[in-house]
Nanobody, 114 residues
């Protein structure tokens, strides 16, 4: 079983930045996929972005504003979010998809509001 714990969410003004972290309980191998999804109230969970073997993939809505990175030595995935917009408000979930199956974190709330 893989446990994922997100941190770094909170309230930020439009145009601001936040950095989310996701710590995994077990080693992340370079070929494993990790990433972030989000779910706004009344909407389906949607992809934010993923990283696999150093390659990243982003949703069109966050390209150029969000950056995913991973520190395999620390078993941690990061999501740097810049130029935040009110429509980025959602619960953000960390994902692990690899040799140990598919696992989700409990989520962290991000609210973008003035």
């Amino acid at each position: 079983q893989v446990q994922l714990v997100e941190s770094g969410g909170g309230l930020v003004q439009p145009g601001g930045s936040l950095r989310l972290s996701c710590a995994a309980s077990l080693s992340i191998f370079s070929g494993d996929t990790t990433g972030w999804y989000r779910q706004a109230p009344g909407k389906q969970r949607e992809l934010v972005g993923t990283i696999t073997s150093g390659r990243t993939n982003y949703a069109e809505s966050v390209k150029g504003r969000f950056t995913i990175s991973r520190d395999n030595a620390k078993n941690t995935v990061y999501l740097q979010m810049n130029s935040l917009k009110p429509e980025d408000t959602a619960v953000y979930y960390c994902l692990y998809l690899g040799v140990r199956g598919r696992w989700w974190g409990p989520g962290t709330q991000v609210t973008v509001s003035s």
